[in-house]
């Protein structure tokens, strides 16, 4: 089975974007961005997840990092 773990928290904090802003910008609420980014809770939506890469401006392999799970 496969997994990805979120670089998001990087990404965000390398930018210089508070999770509030992230969130504002991408229309989601604050408890979504904090889930995706200690990876909690369902997988997020493809397109929550396209809306963050075109803001953020990183592609999938940026913002996770596929590790394998047995």
Same mark, same amino acid.
């Given at each position: 089975?496969?997994?990805?773990?979120?670089? $998001?928290?990087?990404?965000?904090?390398? =930018?210089?974007? %508070?999770? #509030?802003?992230?969130?504002?910008? /991408?229309? $989601?609420?604050?408890?979504?961005?904090? =889930?995706?980014? %200690?990876? #909690?809770?369902?997988?997020?939506? /493809?397109?929550?997840?396209?809306?963050?890469?075109?803001?953020?401006?990183?592609?999938?392999?940026?913002?996770?990092?596929?590790?394998?799970?047995?």
């Amino acid at each position: 089975m496969e997994h990805y773990k979120s670089n $998001l928290r990087d990404i965000r904090e390398a =930018a210089g974007i %508070s999770q #509030e802003q992230l969130a504002s910008e /991408v229309g $989601l609420n604050k408890k979504t961005i904090i =889930a995706m980014e %200690s990876d #909690e809770g369902a997988d997020p939506k /493809v397109s929550t997840v396209k809306r963050i890469m075109a803001y953020l401006q990183v592609n999938f392999e940026d913002l996770y990092v596929q590790n394998q799970v047995q």
